[in-house]
């Protein structure tokens, strides 16, 4: 069977997201794929991903294998995420994988190629100003009834990141299911949050204060999305 091609949708209008990017510092772009690409991600995403749980708790990363976990956190994540940074989260490195030459049949390495492609990386390029961006890395990402990712900048000295973005693939989602990606001013209101609506690309510059809110143990849905850096050598 033939795999769907991935592009950008031929709607989009650049210079509008780029307007939006460079005034506020971050852009939500819906319909960002074409239809049927979007939805074979989320196939990927759901029944082809060999996903590995993600935490960070008082002695730092943890890469474990992944289990049917509760909503509960253990007590080191929680007191962790109290006061400082932490999160819990399924993920699976496509930029490690890929350099490994592993997982090469999953459509998720494709996409990892199209990220890297020329047309998207000019696309980036074109919306945030920034000429040098030179590639993109990845990962697949699953948020399951409570999942977080506390407050955090993503700005690490030496990775060169300009700018993050997650794409989301999440068919239905309810705002009340929490998955926000959301951002909190000096006051610790938040200024503005973007829903995981299918399809659809956010944008943020780096160094910009954001966070992922904890999934809701009524969530009726995992919360899928593909996320990384544009990033200079």
Known sequence: MKEETLALASRIDVGLVGKVYRQFGRAHLAGVLQEG??????????????????LCDGEGHHDLTLTDHEAALPDGVQGRARDGFAYRYANFRLDEHYELEAFKPLFLMRFYEFLNSAPFLEFARAVTGIRQIAFADAQATLYR??????????????????????????????????????????????????????NALNLLRVPSPHLVTQIASFAGAGRYSITGWLRGR
Do not use: M
């Open 145 to 198: 009834p409570g999942d977080f990712l506390n407050v955090h900048d993503d700005n690490v000295a030496g990775k060169q990141r300009y700018a993050a973005y997650v794409f989301n693939f999440t068919p239905r989602w309810r705002p009340d299911w929490g998955g926000l990606l959301a951002f909190p001013d000096e006051y610790g209101h938040f200024t503005e949050a973007f829903a995981p609506s299918f």
């Open 37 to 54: 690409a979007a939805k074979r991600l989320h196939r990927a995403l759901e029944i082809e991903t060999p996903w590995r749980l993600a």
